[in-house]
């Protein structure tokens, strides 16, 4: 929670302060199925497991006219164990 919120204000103050006006914004959103596996080795012994998940996500992107090819972007992904 704490990375979001300095993230925001460094965003906030990046448009507050420029002048740049938007060039493109853009929302996207994410879903699929497989399986989570986790395998360990820990002082000879060796422990394996697999998890099947649903995994889903969102994502978006602000870019700028000026300056040119500059863009903020941000994914996230959340995973449900079945």
Do not use: C
Request: proline share 1%; charged share 15%.
């Amino acid at each position: 929670m704490i990375l979001f919120r300095v993230l925001l204000v460094l965003f906030l103050v990046l448009v507050t302060y420029s002048s740049v006006l938007a060039g493109n914004f853009g929302v996207g959103a994410h879903i699929g199925y497989g399986v989570f596996k986790h395998k360990e080795i820990d002082k000879g012994q060796e422990a394996r497991s697999t998890q099947d998940v649903i995994l889903f996500g969102v994502s978006g992107e602000y870019s700028f006219v000026k300056p040119d090819k500059f863009f903020v972007g941000i994914t996230t992904d959340w995973t449900i164990g079945l």
